[in-house]
């Protein structure tokens, strides 16, 4: 075959290689990387169903019994991963229903501003805690939300109320946490259905203007369904994350006094795998929240799809 | 432009009110804390200290400038930042350029690689075995490559090349210019507001990033200056911090560590507000595009 073709001059495929080979050259960086940091790794997923030994490759650990479910019957009858999977459901919902609202009613609130300059500046303001790493965020709230020299139980003990332990109690830890994640984010997020308001035909507006509606009619029957797309695709998400968890912000607030509603699934894959070298059963874990997130994700789209709304895809 | 009437003028106003409110409660944290590492010990433990500093001094931040662990930890960070940033964006680039080429073979597939990632992740453990069977454990590097090409970012990288006109390509194509040319001398050019966004988001990510450092990596010397912070708030190791420094009085204490918790923060409030908008644009680049 490329013998006749030397005949003839250079195949077509040689032809396509001198002329792009340099994109391909390009390429191999990020492929080598993707590769390598992000599918060797799921080789290794197989240990979830294995019995991990330092020795051995995954492919010759031997498999685990119970036709290799022991490490997630062995999580599943464990206590400690019962709690940490029911404290991320329950957080990550709490997250949903406080913290997905606020953003979209900033987004309503700041598109009413008139004035430009001032606008600009609260964004910048509202922006700045998503820049602030969650160990700050703890810092600042350790100074602020601290028992009796904090600011705020400053302030409470000043109207002739009790100080209340923000950080060491459960319910009120609960709440700290929720309250920072809004604080940190709202701004952030809200920029995305900025973005989407802009997008919105102004003629609508001017159209109901001259039918008489008001400020709060617009907002509802132009702005909200003009963002609702959006609104969705970003629910399907955060509804694909409700067994998901960072790291950095449950494992920066929490402390040993909350820990029996601050140990969410991540940190409790830290301390039993990295920390306990629980390998296989760690790795079990990870593999549950994975398959969990996208089926959670393929329903949400699926669900809304039905309802008539356009979806991830 | 059309006449406001009374009650809509006084409506703007309550929606400016409403934001001043809002602004505030994401600054007051910020203020008491500047308040606070300014202030006196005999203020902080008598609470006396709200949002302006009481008997100022610079103590605290001059025991945090002074102590060589701090100022280590904060150009060895400095250093991690730059670096990751200017690699992150290397291999971004050179990831997103080849991709927006319809006619390149196998793009699909890299496509669809790519995709595979946002859906599923191995998860924590299979990577920290990869990062060991790697050897990259207690090396400053595990703080470089793991992260160093975000598929998000990638993503709205492309939508902006995707935005540049073809027409500037072909032509450039055709007067004979190679694809490393056109991607240094027209794509990398135009591209400044994206570039200077994902810089921003990259470095940030760096600077800010503290778990890949717990797990990785042991040595306290090549802790980055979060997980050095992290441990200063939680007291790990307060015994020997205790002695280092000095912690004689509990006041001072807390005015030393908010002092830390600022010194660490400074340098992203410093650079933040100017490449504001840019990453503005950025944002909505990849939000419109998705």
Request: with cysteine; aromatic share 14%; glycine share 6%.
């Amino acid at each position: 075959m490329s013998g006749a073709n030397k005949k003839h001059g250079p195949s077509r495929f040689e032809v396509y290689l001198s002329k792009y080979w340099q994109l391909y050259v390009l390429l191999f960086l990020p492929v080598l990387y993707l590769i390598v940091f992000k599918y060797i790794p799921m080789i290794y997923v197989q240990i979830a169903f294995k019995k991990y030994s330092i020795i051995q490759s995954v492919w010759e650990m031997p498999w685990a019994k119970n036709h290799g479910m022991q490490y997630f019957i062995q999580a599943f009858s464990n206590p400690d991963f019962r709690r940490a999977l029911r404290n991320t459901v329950c957080l990550n919902l709490l997250d949903l229903v406080v913290g997905f609202p606020i953003p979209i009613i900033f987004a309503l609130i700041l598109n009413e501003i008139v004035f430009t300059k001032f606008k600009k500046v609260v964004q910048t303001i509202t922006y700045m805690p998503h820049f602030l790493s969650w160990v700050i965020i703890y810092g600042l709230a350790l100074q602020l939300f601290a028992p009796s020299t904090g600011l705020i139980n400053m302030l409470i003990t000043a109207l002739g109320g009790e100080t209340v332990p923000f950080l060491n109690d459960t319910t009120h830890w609960v709440w700290t946490y929720i309250f920072l994640g809004v604080w940190q984010s709202f701004g952030w997020n809200s920029i995305v259905y900025l973005a989407a308001i802009a997008g919105i035909n102004s003629e609508l507006y001017e159209a109901a203007s001259v039918d008489g509606a008001g400020r709060f009619q617009k907002m509802w029957h132009i702005t909200l369904p003009g963002i609702k797309p959006t609104i969705v695709i970003l629910l399907i998400m955060a509804i694909g994350n409700i067994v998901g968890s960072g790291f950095d912000r449950p494992f920066a607030l929490q402390n040993n006094l909350v820990m029996s509603w601050a140990e969410v699934l991540s940190t409790y894959v830290y301390r039993y795998g990295i920390k306990g070298l629980q390998f296989s059963l760690t790795t079990a874990v990870g593999l549950f929240q994975s398959v969990v997130g996208v089926i959670f994700l393929l329903t949400a789209n699926t669900l809304s799809r039905k309802l008539g709304e356009r979806g991830l895809w | 432009m059309k006449v406001k009437s009374t009650t809509a003028k006084i409506g703007d106003w309550i929606f400016v009110i409403l934001c001043v409110l809002i602004s505030l409660i994401c600054v007051i944290p910020m203020i008491n804390l500047l308040a606070r590492s300014l202030s006196g010990t005999d203020y902080l433990v008598r609470h006396e200290v709200y949002l302006l500093p009481k008997g100022l001094n610079f103590e605290a931040y001059k025991t945090v400038l002074s102590d060589p662990k701090y100022i280590r930890a904060f150009f060895y960070t400095v250093a991690l930042t730059i670096v990751s940033t200017l690699v992150s964006l290397f291999m971004t680039t050179i990831c997103a350029y080849p991709l927006i080429f319809p006619q390149l073979k196998g793009r699909n597939f890299v496509n669809v690689m790519i995709t595979i990632t946002m859906f599923f992740n191995a998860g924590t453990i299979p990577n920290y075995l990869l990062i060991q069977k790697l050897g990259m454990l207690d090396h400053p590097i595990v703080l470089v490559l793991p992260y160093c090409l975000s598929v998000y970012n990638m993503i709205i990288m492309r939508s902006f090349f995707y935005g540049i006109p073809d027409s500037l390509r072909e032509s450039a194509e055709i007067d004979g210019a190679t694809f490393f040319r056109i991607l240094w001398s027209i794509y990398v050019p135009l591209s400044k507001p994206v570039m200077a966004t994902l810089a921003l988001f990259y470095a940030v990510g760096r600077w800010n990033g503290y778990s890949d450092a717990l797990m990785y990596v042991k040595k306290s010397e090549y802790y980055p200056l979060q997980l050095l912070l992290y441990n200063i708030l939680n007291n790990i190791n307060s015994v020997e911090v205790a002695t280092q420094e000095g912690f004689s009085t509990p006041g001072l204490s807390e005015s030393l560590k908010a002092a830390i918790v600022m010194f660490s923060t400074i340098p992203i409030l410093c650079i933040y507000p100017f490449l504001q908008k840019y990453f503005i644009h950025g944002v909505m680049v990849g939000a419109v595009k998705e």
